[in-house]
């Protein structure tokens, strides 16, 4: 075998004698050259020689009179030496050769993991404004920091790390919690009451409770005392100077309210629809840069638009090469009237938006009375509602 891979590295000839065959090896051995591989070929005799030495076998061939020509050459200086008369192709995997030690300087492409609320856009945006973008260099940013900036500018994440894996990037994120408020205890307080209703649910953590379950109050009731005095057992002893309590109210009141809205609808709904006309421009995205093909222009009146993408991918990965055609839909304003089942839809999803921003967040409407009037072109919708909510807020004692 090591012999084999000596020949080939070397180069070797197979050749073919014609004439007095028996002779010309004969001298030939003698002369200190080394052959192998011998074969009988009909009247003429065949053998291998090292590339190096075939040049010697033609004063062999003058002094016993025989014919000599190549049969087969084979190994590694002849295989370069083919190469090599190819100058174009030499020069091609040079250049090829420096084009992607160029290009492996870049970062081809930039993935996020790990989003659920936060949207991909939105981090592959604090990634770039953090220097990890496709065409970005790959030495231009440091991975560890790049993380701490997109924690700092991107809300709701608890974790967030930068991995690289050659000309690839991957921000990986973990959303977290949102932090509860700080609250100052060291502020006395009471927990009023936002607006009148009977109360369903009463949670005393700091404070004294002023009211009990079923009880009706008025707005701006005392529902929760930060400031009290210690209740003395009325057969007891009675102490000369009763404990007074200072600190901030904390609790929850939740109340059943009574609430109207009033929403309205105009029976004339007016759209905007595309025209039919379009308008393409056309470019290549090479490395993050942006190459119009052509003289690309915007609309001057309203449109809606909208990218394809056509990108190269190798081994189900995204390159950074890509062809976009961003189009253009210009849009013309059309009237539309309601009927009034689509009036009472309108008003109603109106009402929830209202509801929705009136009542406290944990609060639910337990009961409504919906009311229909169309007048002028237009659906009035009024609702009687019963609501469950909370109603205490944080009201802070003054002290002079």
């Known amino acids: 075998m090591l012999e084999k891979i000596f ?5 070797c000839v197979r050749f073919q004698v014609t004439g007095d065959a028996a002779r010309f090896f004969n001298i030939a051995a003698k002369s200190g050259l080394g052959l192998w591989g011998f074969q009988k070929e009909g009247t003429d005799s065949a ?13 062999v061939k003058r002094r016993c009179g025989a014919g000599l020509h190549i049969l087969h050459r084979q ?11 190819r100058k174009g192709l030499i020069l091609g995997g040079a250049g090829g050769i420096l084009l992607y030690m160029f290009l492996s300087t870049f970062v081809w492409n930039v993935s996020v993991t790990g989003e659920e609320l936060l949207t991909e856009a939105e981090l592959l945006r604090a990634g770039q404004t953090n220097g990890i973008y496709v065409g970005a260099g790959r030495d231009s940013f440091r991975p560890k920091e790049a993380a701490y900036g997109i924690m700092g500018e991107v809300k709701g994440i608890s974790w967030a790390t930068v991995n690289t894996d050659g000309c690839f990037v991957e921000i990986s ?7 509860p408020e700080i609250t100052d205890d060291t502020k006395l307080s009471n927990i009023v009451a936002a607006r009148e209703g009977k109360v369903v649910a009463l949670e005393a953590h700091h404070g004294r409770p002023e009211v009990s379950l079923g009880d ?7 529902l929760i005392s930060g400031v009290y005095t210690q209740e003395v057992d009325p057969y007891g002893p009675q102490p000369e100077h009763p404990l007074v309590t200072y600190g901030a109210a904390r609790g929850s009141v939740k109340a059943e309210t009574y609430r109207e809205f009033t929403v309205q609808v105009s029976g004339v709904k007016r759209i905007k629809q595309p025209s039919g006309e379009k308008k393409v421009n056309l470019s290549l995205e090479l490395f993050g840069l942006q190459l119009p093909l052509g003289f690309n222009t915007i609309p001057e009146e309203e449109y809606h638009t909208y990218t394809e993408e056509n990108a190269l991918t190798a081994l189900d990965v995204r390159l950074p090469v890509a ?6 839909e210009s849009l013309i304003e059309k009237e539309r009237r309601l009927t009034e089942e689509e009036m009472k839809d309108a008003a109603l999803l109106k ?14 409407v337990i009961k409504e009375d919906l009311q229909y009037t169309f007048a002028d072109g237009m659906c009035i919708l009024t609702a009687k509602c019963r609501c469950e909510e909370e109603i205490g807020e944080q009201k802070t004692i003054l002290v002079n």
């Open 351 to 364: 009402l929830r938006e209202a509801q929705k921003a009136a009542v406290a967040q944990g609060g639910r």
């Open 216 to 222: 009706t109050v008025e707005a701006g009731q005392l």
């Open 7 to 11: 020949h080939w590295l070397t180069g």
């Open 323 to 328: 062809v976009k055609r961003q189009v253009y």
């Open 47 to 59: 053998a291998w020689i090292r590339a190096g030495e075939y040049k010697k076998l033609r004063g």
């Open 75 to 85: 190994g590694l200086p002849f295989q370069i030496n083919r190469v090599w008369k």
């Open 173 to 179: 994120v973990k959303e977290g919690e949102k932090k």
